[in-house]
């Protein structure tokens, strides 16, 4: 049987503005290939892989201030990971253009899931059933289609320190919708321990404000607002999101 991590060991995940961005990370050991005893000793001792499954929420948050309130959300992102003991093949990655789901009722978001669909940084074989194909799309729980809308994820060529770049594709003002254990990549433990720590890092460029309540004339110059929203973003939510937005720790020691 795969060795697996204690669900005890495992920090709590940080989402710092859990509104605006949800992230847990699942590994899940992948079970070693088994070979006819009279090969066993041809065959060198395997190196424990662990695939990740990535869960992501983007939505919208607001943001209460003295003498009105903001809402805003994300047009983008960078998810870092710092990995020792160990490395994610460039070819194991996820990349490409994906369908972030649109949840219909309440119960379709993250924090409603089963417990088994909210692990975070857990590696547990009761988690195998999983959507291990990498699959996005998810049932409505209410019976009606959902709507969907497109991300684009591209990867950056390291394989100690890997990064994904999201980016709404269809030109919508900010990403909007949930992928659901989806995966992003297979571990190569090296070396024990083993550790990674996954950071969802943004820049001023990747905010958006998408609703002003209260803070000045409806009737504003369009020069003006795009000042007023550039203050806003530097001064108040680049220190809400430094120097991440959300982090998830797995440790992995064999």
Request: hydrophobic share 35%; charged share 25%.
């Amino acid at each position: 049987m795969p060795s697996s991590i204690s669900p005890l060991s495992q920090p709590e995940p940080e989402n710092n503005c859990a509104d605006c961005l949800y992230m847990t990370l699942t590994g899940i050991p992948v079970q070693p290939v088994e070979h006819p005893d009279y090969l066993e000793f041809l065959q060198p001792f395997p190196m424990p892989q662990i695939d990740l499954y990535l869960t992501l929420k983007f939505s919208q948050q607001w943001e209460s201030l003295p003498q009105g309130r903001i809402q805003f959300g994300l047009k983008g992102g960078a998810l870092r990971l710092r990995v020792e003991g160990g490395e994610i093949p460039y070819e194991s990655r996820i990349m490409g253009s994906l369908e972030l789901v649109v949840p219909t009722v309440e119960t379709d978001s993250p924090a409603n899931l089963p417990i088994r669909d909210r692990i975070s940084g857990e590696l547990d074989e009761s988690t195998l059933d999983l959507q291990g194909n990498g699959a996005t799309e998810q049932p409505s729980l209410n019976g009606k289609p959902n709507h969907y809308s497109i991300c684009h994820i591209t990867t950056k060529v390291t394989e100690e320190n890997p990064a994904w770049i999201f980016e709404e594709e269809r030109g919508q003002p900010v990403l909007n919708g949930w992928l659901n254990q989806v995966k992003l990549g297979t571990l190569n433990v090296s070396a024990l321990p083993c550790r990674l720590d996954a950071t969802f890092e943004v820049s001023r460029r990747d905010i958006c404000l998408t609703h002003v309540d209260r803070l000045w004339s409806p009737d504003i110059s369009r020069n003006k607002r795009a000042v007023l929203d550039r203050l806003i973003i530097q001064q108040l939510l680049e220190r809400k999101f430094k120097p991440y937005l959300s982090r998830v720790e797995l440790h992995y020691d064999g």
